[in-house]
């Protein structure tokens, strides 16, 4: 669905300052009383957790050339 595996995405820095800024986003959805919303975040939490740590395998930037 999304290119997570791409070598932009490298750098460990990158990858967790996207997962914290996600879950800092699920926890003012959580605040404010939005469920629903807190749900779609946190599925998007997981996900991107799942696929930047446990599934990341970047990819080359000679492949696409």
Known sequence: MFKLNDSFYR????RVTIVVVIL??????????SIGWAMIWGALLV????????????EDDEKDK
Do not use: H
């Open 11 to 14: 750098p460990l820095w990158i």
């Open 24 to 33: 800092l986003w699920t926890l003012v959805e959580l605040a404010t009383g």
């Open 47 to 58: 996900y991107s957790g799942y696929s930047f740590f446990f599934n990341f395998n970047p």
